[in-house]
C-alpha cells in the first residue's frame, strides 16, 4: 500500500465513522433503548444490575377482573408499552413516551384518583448498567466493523 493509498483509507474511514456518529449509532443505539425499556415492561420490573419487581396490579389478585391476565403495565391495548419510541438527531437519541401518564407510573407520582392517592414507582425507563453495557457493546461492534471492512 502507497503513502497516497492508506491517507485515501483514512480518508474514507474518518466519513464512515462520521456517518456512524451521526446517524447510524443514534438510530441503533436507540433501537436497544426502545427494546430495553419495553421489555421491563414485558418482566413487570426494571433491570439495572438484577431484575427489581415491581409491585403487583390490584386487578391481579381478583379472580374475575377481565385484565387479570395481563401483565402490571400491560392491557389489551398495551397504549404505555407502544408509546416507549425514539427519537434521533445527529449523534443523538432520545428515548420518550408521549402519554400522559407515563411519568406518573415510571416516577410514582400523584395519580389524581382521589386525595392522597399516590401510584406507586413502577420504573420502566432510567439509566440501567445492563443497557450502558449493551449500548457500549453496540457501539465498540460498529466502530469495530467499520475499522475493519
Not at 392517592?117 to 457493546?137: A, D, N, Y
Request: net charge positive; hydrophobic share 30%; no cysteine.
Amino acid at each position: 500500500m502507497t503513502p497516497e493509498q492508506f491517507k485515501n483509507l483514512l480518508k474514507t474511514k474518518q466519513n464512515e465513522l462520521k456517518q456512524a456518529y451521526a446517524r447510524t449509532l443514534p438510530i441503533k443505539v436507540g433501537t436497544e433503548a426502545v427494546n430495553f425499556f419495553r421489555d421491563n415492561i414485558r418482566k413487570e420490573g426494571f433491570v439495572d444490575s438484577k431484575l427489581e419487581k415491581w409491585k403487583p396490579a390490584k386487578r391481579k389478585s381478583n379472580p374475575r377482573h377481565p385484565d387479570r391476565a395481563y401483565g402490571t403495565l400491560l392491557s389489551r391495548r398495551s397504549v404505555l408499552y407502544r408509546s416507549i419510541n425514539k427519537r434521533t438527531s445527529p449523534g443523538k437519541v432520545t428515548i420518550y413516551s408521549d402519554v400522559p401518564y407515563a411519568a406518573v407510573h415510571n416516577e410514582g407520582l400523584r395519580a389524581g384518583r382521589g386525595k392522597g392517592f399516590t401510584m406507586p414507582r413502577r420504573q420502566f425507563i432510567g439509566e440501567s448498567r445492563e443497557l450502558t453495557q449493551k449500548i457500549r457493546e453496540t457501539i465498540e461492534n460498529e466502530i469495530g466493523r467499520i475499522l475493519k471492512g
